[in-house]
């Protein structure tokens, strides 16, 4: 089947390329654009590993086709720190132990992401059922809860300061 | 994990849509949340010629109240039912049951219409549609056209929406004051598809129900509609026995699949329990 | 505080040595999205390897078409077991002296078996050759229970064994019988077992499961054919084992071979084998030169890699009337599958499943364990189980649980009556396990207090006596103890490679260090803790400690990561290395300091002169003096290697409680609260420990209440999916409560025993024994796992307290 162009922002970097209509995002962004943070845990649109963001929502790339994607916005883990700086999630993840072997990590990360945007001051119940979309094998996920809970209390602090 | 290859279409309108479904005929399949169609063509289990997007679509997203009606565009994903204000306060049920659907990565992108049309009887929003009495609102190459929800889901993946058609909108009355609601899905775990789940709107008058519609997910090939178990209950106080009397009105019309969720007879119980809990449920709300 | 106490206690800090919940250095690229995983791997001309595998369990291949499959734009090859044929790879030997179809050879003999693979420009290209690969199956009755595959008549599974009466193992006494294997003293065990006043039998069955790591299994496999070297990336918990087996398999020199383990996302032993894709990709790429990457589907791991359990067991105990345990006695039929590839030591074709005398004093035990093929994935060895311990212990606490309830004696107080006591460590048990240490009695009670045990039971009295209860209680008790740190190599070996470990370190001019072990990591953080453990023998900062596991061209040999052996024997490996090097920096530091070796006291990152403090060098004065300034006789440099065979196992030990509340209308269990308090002796890393702690609880939860492979009679493998394969959310995880003593072992140079088998070990039996206390009172004495809601309820309706 022919080749389509699509064109879309990744990471803030404009991206024109050439696609099989079949092609996943997930592919698209691990073997078309080298971002390999991303993985593939399931091919039942289970696990989570492969969550992004799109146009300002969580979406399991594994479940997306790269044409759909035309003229939007997807952030992936690689553009999350700033500059260098690591993001909120990503200290709190470090700070709490948040991770183990890394494979569910960017996942997690963009998840937390999003989710602490839609709720910036959750309960715990909050982020276990904001979270439930992604499975971790290593970490029981206790300490992810505290590691978001931290870049919760870390993104109201900085809102606090630039107020 | 790797689907067929296939040629897509994003149309701008629905007339555009429909034209591409008349001309690839049943070669192409219609592309919602896309949430139960890629997993299926990744397995290979489904391998259209031809995807047409829906979600370039203006005309099907939207939630509108249109007199004593809400009007849903079948595009509206689960997230957006949520976060719903119009829902919220017009038709409640809508704004809280799509918490129980999948997740929240899969609620951003899955619809109410990719649930309601694909027929499958593990999906919520049918026996939902069937609680609320709502009306699908069709659009074919002929013109458009309503079916109600009661008269909708015909059997095991099939709807009364033909191939050269689609699901525009759902229709739905806004609750009247003192109208209870509930969805009780019993699950395996978050993201599961129910055991058994059971829809149920209600209202009480004088202590006694005078509306109720309880509908029952995934135990039948379709959403089920439970006539008897709202026989027993209307002009009844809801007691332990009335409620008992609805259960076992509703497991008598229970034909589950069995399978790793359960067997028939478990899961027919749990329609059973999962009736009783939302009509509690429900009752309770009827503030 | 005084100066120079506060002085000390600032430079030990500085280490970030053992002891200290210092924060990990590996996150940093993982948070980022940098990690290395086999499938982020690209190599120029990479090809792309996906499997055609069999949709029936147990079928004659008839003919197998690849012409359509050529035609497929983008396919290079399509290769079958008579490809294999000419090389002699069509089958290989397995980890337990069995041979293993690499591709089917006219025959299939479980769901999903390997039967031919294409290799294609594109992963994309490579699925769509798989689906048009046309293959004829002639179907064959299909054996599923391995009780049925013992009767006479059973269907014969291994043609390719015909006539062999002996296996690997001894003697075979049926054409679908591997094994069988024995330990203890039968006879002893009868007497005990004909003269006890009390006795009780239970048949325990443990059902498969599966480990279900996040990242599956896979491998880029590049072969150079102008150096004529192959270098495999590959999802392994033992590369070195792979290397050498890949060599024996390809006649590649070994030092032409290098096997690469890097980023592994989860192994929970499901990493261990070596799988037919592995194979397929390595030939493939040494017949094309160039490189081949596989990486496999879910679906594909599910049901083809390393299963766990699958063992039917009989318990038996005797005892005294006021619940003194006299003997064990257990029969065990194990389910291997299709193929033995039961990844345990050579000598131990059922593992460490003779540690299932557990905690307790029992003077007479005997085990016996039949190994057979079935129509199913082979494996057995996998998932936190360390050698069947998972199986041994789940035996022996649901037989205490049993006969506690027998004797209708409270199951803490029975566990207590029969515990080894603290003062005959080290103690051999009857089945000749020589435990280095523990303190059962001081953990137990501080489970006890810390959850108030007196208070739940009375609060289950309460609740069992309330005919209006809309849920019942069950309080579960696991007091396990259980063997890892396999092994002692007179013992231990891995196609006759002895267990030992490994690790070589060097220090560098300026004062920082590399460190390179026989292990290799998937999650546990091995890049922080043994850096930590050289940091306080050496006294270096482990910030500045680089560890580098998994490559084989630069690692010094070992075993792996499984079984919660790294720190037991790498880590003992890493210490004596650092002492070596200890003892080489004391002679530097008297020639520096012109005195003799005996007059210096270590003193955290320093020797200085014993009585003169200010007359010290640093370890990192030291090091720079290593390179120009050493005593007459001695090398320059500061490094050493040490290859650590260790004396013993090590038996870390816990006491694990939870509470389970179980909805009588539907059979949901809520778990209340689970309390688990671990003895891994020493513990490098509080924080690391806990970590583990939590995810192999959460495993053992996933096991206990939910996962379950079943077959259906034609040798489907139902359910192979995550939708159905129960993995927990955040949401269905119950909160961990964590708790430890610290019993260090007596043989190990730093005391530490290993950790995060226990999780898994100990939580599953306490899962049942907590759901089967529920039920105790109307005397349920065994309940199958899973524990799911359908299963809770068929007992609930059995027993008659559904709702």
């Given at each position: 089947m022919a080749k389509k162009i699509v064109s879309m922002k990744v990471n803030g970097k404009a991206v024109e390329e050439a696609v099989e209509p079949r092609t996943l995002l997930i592919h698209f962004l691990r073997e078309k654009l080298n971002l390999t943070g991303a993985h593939i845990g399931?091919?039942?649109?289970?696990?989570?590993?492969c969550t992004v963001d799109i146009d300002g929502a969580s979406v399991k790339a594994c479940t997306h086709l790269a044409v759909q994607c035309e003229g939007s916005q997807v952030l992936t883990v690689e553009g999350l720190a700033n500059a260098g700086v690591l993001h909120a999630v990503q200290e709190g993840f470090y700070k709490e132990h948040g991770l183990q072997c890394g494979f569910c990590t960017p996942g997690m990360l963009m998840r937390a992401y999003r989710f602490l945007q839609e709720n910036p001051n959750p309960t715990e119940a909050e982020i276990r059922a904001g979270m439930a979309g992604n499975l971790c094998r290593c970490t029981g996920y206790q300490n992810i809860v505290k590691a978001v809970q931290y870049a919760a209390a870390k993104l109201q602090q900085t809102a606090k300061e630039a107020a | 994990m790797i689907p067929p290859s296939f040629d897509y279409h994003a149309p701008k309108t629905v007339g555009e849509a429909l034209g591409l479904l008349g001309s690839l005929g049943s070669d192409a399949k219609l592309l919602a949340g896309g949430h139960s169609l890629l997993p299926m063509m990744k397995l290979r289990f489904a391998q259209p010629a031809h995807l047409i997007d829906l979600n370039r679509i203006p005309e099907l997203r939207g939630i509108c109240e249109d007199g004593n009606d809400v009007v849903i565009g079948a595009m509206t994903s689960e997230n957006e039912l949520i976060a719903s204000p119009v829902l919220r306060a017009k038709v409640p049920l809508l704004a809280e049951a799509p918490k129980l659907i999948a997740d929240p990565q899969v609620r951003n992108r899955g619809t109410i219409g990719g649930d309601i049309a694909h027929g499958d009887p593990g999906n919520d929003h049918p026996a939902i549609s069937l609680a609320l009495d709502a009306t699908l609102h069709i659009e074919g190459r002929g013109g458009r056209r309503s079916v109600k929800a009661d008269d909708f889901y015909l059997g095991l993946y099939t709807t009364a929406l033909a191939e050269d058609e689609i699901l525009t909108a759902i229709r739905v009355p806004a609750f009247a004051q003192g109208t209870g609601w509930a969805y009780e899905k019993l699950k395996r775990k978050t993201g599961d598809w129910a055991t058994a789940g059971a829809a149920v709107v209600l209202r009480l008058n004088g202590g006694v129900v005078s509306h109720v519609r309880i509908a029952l997910t995934n135990v039948a090939p379709t959403a089920l509609r439970a006539h008897a178990a709202e026989k027993a209950l209307?002009?009844?106080?809801?007691t332990p026995a009335t409620l008992q009397a609805a259960a076992d009105a509703a497991m008598a019309v229970c034909d589950p699949a069995a399978d790793l969720r359960g067997n028939e007879e478990y899961k027919t119980a749990m329609a059973g329990q999962m009736v009783k809990r939302a009509i509690q449920a429900a009752a309770a709300r009827c503030a | 505080m005084n100066a120079p106490d506060k002085d000390a206690l600032d430079r030990m800090a500085a280490l970030q040595g053992m002891g200290d919940a210092r924060l990990r250095k590996e996150d940093a690229r993982f948070i980022q999205g940098k990690g290395n995983y086999v499938d982020d791997i690209k190599l120029p001309g990479m090809l792309h390897m996906d499997i055609v595998r069999s949709p029936v369990a147990h079928a004659r291949i008839k003919k197998i078409d690849k012409s359509e499959a050529l035609k497929v734009p983008g396919v290079i090859a399509v290769l079958t077991a008579d490809d294999l044929k000419p090389l002699k790879l069509h089958w290989m030997p397995t980890l337990a002296g069995d041979v293993a179809a690499v591709l089917a050879d006219e025959k299939v003999h479980f769901q999903m078996q390997e039967v031919a693979v294409v290799i294609a420009e594109d992963r994309y290209a490579a699925a769509d050759g798989v689906e048009a690969v046309q293959v004829e199956y002639e179907e064959l009755p299909v054996v599923l229970d391995p009780h049925e595959a013992l009767k006479p008549d059973a269907p014969v599974l291994r043609e390719d064994l015909a006539g062999k009466t002996t296996g690997a193992h001894g003697p075979r006494e049926h054409h679908n019988h591997i094994f069988t294997w024995d330990a203890g003293d039968k006879a002893a065990t009868d007497a005990a077992f004909a003269q006890a006043p009390v006795t009780v039998k239970e048949n325990i069955f443990y059902p498969r499961v599966h480990p279900c790591p996040l990242e599956t299994c896979g491998c880029v496999a590049s072969f150079d054919p102008v150096r004529g070297e192959l270098t495999t990336h590959i999802t392994s918990q033992a590369p070195h084992v792979v290397r050498t087996v890949v060599s024996l398999l390809s006649g590649i020199p070994e030092s032409k071979v290098r096997i690469i383990s890097p980023d592994i996302g989860g192994g929970f032993g499901n990493k261990v084998g070596i799988y037919p894709g592995y194979v397929c990709a390595i030939v493939s790429s040494i017949v094309l030169g160039r490189p081949v990457k596989w990486v496999e589907d879910r679906i594909e791991n599910i049901s083809s890699t390393a299963f766990a359990r699958d063992y039917h067991m009989e318990g038996e105990l005797a005892a005294t009337p006021d619940g003194r345990i006299l003997a064990l006695r257990t029969h065990v039929v194990a389910d291997h599958g299709a193929f033995d590839a039961c990844a345990d030591p050579t000598k131990f074709p059922a593992g460490l499943f003779h540690i299932c005398s557990g905690s307790y004093d029992i003077p007479a035990a005997y085990a016996q364990v039949k190994g057979v093929y079935t129509n199913k994935a082979p494996?057995?060895?996998?998932?936190?189980?360390?050698?069947?311990v998972t199986e041994a212990v789940y035996l022996i606490e649901r037989m205490v649980d049993v006969l506690a309830q027998k004797l209708g004696m409270d199951k803490a107080e029975i566990r207590a009556k029969n515990f080894v006591r603290k003062e005959q460590f080290p103690y051999k048990s009857a089945f000749g396990f020589e435990y280095d240490s523990g303190d059962y009695h001081t953990a137990l009670t501080k489970v006890l207090d810390a959850v108030d045990y007196k208070a739940l039971r009375a609060e289950q009295a309460a609740r069992r006596a309330d005919p209006n209860a809309t849920h019942l209680m069950g309080i579960g008790l696991v007091t396990f103890t259980e063997v890892v740190g396999a092994g002692p190599s007179k013992m231990c070996d891995i196609l006759g490679v002895g267990m030992f470990d490994s690790c070589e370190i060097r220090i560098h001019p300026t004062g920082s260090a590399i460190a390179r072990m026989g292990t290799i990591t998937q999650g546990q953080g091995h890049q922080t803790t043994y850096a930590q453990i050289i940091a306080t023998e050496l006294g270096i900062p482990s910030e500045v400690i680089q560890v580098e596991e998994g490559d084989t061209s630069t690692a010094p040999y070992g075993l792996g990561t499984y079984g919660s052996r790294s720190t037991p024997v790498a880590g003992a490996a890493i210490a004596l290395a650092a002492r070596k090097i200890h003892a080489k920096a004391r002679k530097i530091a008297a020639h520096l300091l012109e005195v003799g070796e005996a007059d210096l006291d270590w003193e955290i990152d320093r020797f200085h002169v014993k009585g003169d403090p200010a007359r010290h060098k640093t370890m990192k004065d030291i090091a720079w003096a290593s390179y120009n300034n050493v005593p007459a006789g001695l090398e320059m440099g500061l490094e050493a290697v040490h290859y650590y065979d260790p004396p013993n196992f090590t038996y870390p030990f816990g006491i694990y409680l939870a509470v389970v509340d179980i909805d009588r209308a539907t059979g949901e269990t809520k778990v209340r609260r689970f309390y688990a308090l671990d003895d891994c002796g020493t513990r490098i890393n509080p924080m690391i420990i806990e970590g583990q702690i939590h995810g192999g609880l959460t495993e053992g939860f996933a096991v206990a209440m939910g996962q379950q492979m079943p077959f259906d009679a034609q040798g489907n493998l139902l359910g192979n999916t995550l939708m159905d394969y129960f993995l927990p959310t955040f949401v269905e995880t119950p909160h961990w409560e964590t708790d430890h003593t610290v019993t260090p072992s007596p043989h190990h140079p730093i005391g530490a025993k290993g950790v995060a088998e226990s999780p898994h070990v100990g939580s599953i039996p306490t899962f049942t024994s907590a759901v089967v206390d529920a039920f105790a009172h109307v005397g349920v004495t065994q309940l199958t796992m899973p524990h799911s809601a359908f299963n809770v309820w068929k007992t609930l309706k059995a027993t008659g307290l559904a709702l």
């Open positions: 399931c091919e039942t649109s289970h696990c989570g590993a | 209307l002009g009844q106080a809801i | 494996g057995g060895v996998a998932y936190r189980c360390s050698f069947r």
